[in-house]
């Protein structure tokens, strides 16, 4: 968990060679995303960020796009689907479980907001993920022994 907040938190908008003017200082922008990121299973409101930013509400979030490219409830979605992703494919967790466990009020909108951004439901992804791991292709492609001291 501590490599994706520290990727996330060091993923901005492209790189232009170009000072990022209208932005958010780097010191808001990194503690705006990890305070994203620490509380990312929690009710998150822009108000909370800002004022822990110090700006308004409006500024704050004109600032945060301008600096990540996403308005700041986008990139709390982004990061919310990213953290599923990852324990979808990593952990036996149900998908209720997933969808609490990122900050989402029940599976339906979870499922609802996963598809739309991923163009496929967290079960068809669940079932995909599974499929492309090599250690379980390559136990599925093995024929099973037979159980020893059963007679046929």
Do not use: Y
């Amino acid at each position: 968990m501590a490599h994706f907040q520290q990727s996330a938190i060091s993923a901005s908008a492209p790189l232009t060679g170009k000072k990022n003017i209208g932005g958010l200082s780097p010191w808001r922008e990194s503690l705006a995303k990890r305070l994203i990121l620490d509380h990312l299973g929690e009710t998150l409101e822009v108000t909370e960020l800002a004022r822990a930013c110090a700006l308004s509400r409006s500024h704050f979030s004109r600032a945060f796009k301008c600096s990540t490219g996403l308005s700041p409830q986008d990139w709390i979605r982004q990061q919310r689907i990213s953290l599923a992703k990852q324990l979808i494919q990593n952990t036996d967790l149900t998908l209720t479980q997933i969808s609490l466990e990122c900050g989402f009020c029940d599976q339906a909108h979870f499922s609802h907001i996963f598809t739309r951004s991923e163009g496929i439901t967290p079960f068809a992804w669940r079932c995909r993920a599974v499929r492309a791991l090599p250690s379980l292709n390559s136990k599925r492609s093995q024929p099973s022994a037979a159980p020893t001291g059963i007679h046929v």
